[in-house]
DNA sequence: TTCTTACACCTACAGTTGTAGGTGTATTCT
DNA sequence: AGAATACACCTACAACTGTAGGTGTAAGAA
């Protein structure tokens, strides 16, 4: 199983194909282009290429059934994010969790129940370090 | 005064150059690149390329005095910062400002004043909604 | 004065990315 | 049987990005 960390790092639109592969494992062509193209204008090759360069970088792997490829996240979408999410961290926010909360409320209305929540996971993980 | 969403996105090397102006407004080339190349082998080129097209995308400009350019964000960082996560959060978490916190927690050690401060920013964002 | 340094600008290259037309082949539909 | 459909693959283009050599000019140092 690959690591997010040795691998080229996702674009929007590669993270776009990603989510849906993590959606729906042994998914096709087919199926994902159904699912764009009822959202936007998008051409179907398009999505073929996207699909070919991620195997390319070794985000998907494939099955071939008949001549359908069925393809497949090569690595974990939690492990995946906690990478992404690092990077920004990172890179924009010079290492501060917290910058990155502050960024994230300056944008997004929580609602009573997510804000309890979030708050459940901060405990959480507060409790995991003990 | 420019906003980030009418304006190209910005890549890990666009945004390294980004914190160090917005770190230092009226900055200089030379003075990004003395930071720049203390911490890694970078061309004075490479820097002043990137600013050149930081300011053709509109996220710098810069006033010349003699023939020295001192740069300038077009932007405000926590409005950029939070265009950046909002992004995130819509491309890569679908919306869910939860998720992304999950990810964050995963990956990142809390020390308890770090948990604590993010639980008052928590607080005080519920607050400001009433 | 000559040499050195710094700068904005010009130029180039290679890799990446999104977009999509076209093709041969196999399968399904009419 | 012929037409339509779907697929992986081939191909192409333009824009973007990081990297950096080179140049004319001006200012500072030797």
Redesign the interface.
Known sequence: MSDPQDMP?LS?AQ??IM?IVWDRPDTTLGEIWLELHSKRSIARNTIQTLLSRLVDKGWLVYRAEGKIFHYRAAVPR?KT?????????E????GS??????????????D?D??Q???A??DR??AG?K
Not at 82 to 89: E, I, K, S
Not at 91 to 94: I, P
Not at 97 to 110: C, F, H, K, P, Y
């Open positions: 790092s929007e993270m776009e989510n939690e994010m906690t990478h992404v999410v690092n990077r920004l961290v890179t924009a926010f010079n969790a917290e910058g990155l909360v502050m960024a994230l409320l300056d944008g997004q209305d929580l009573a997510e804000a929540r979030i708050r996971l901060i993980a507060q370090q």
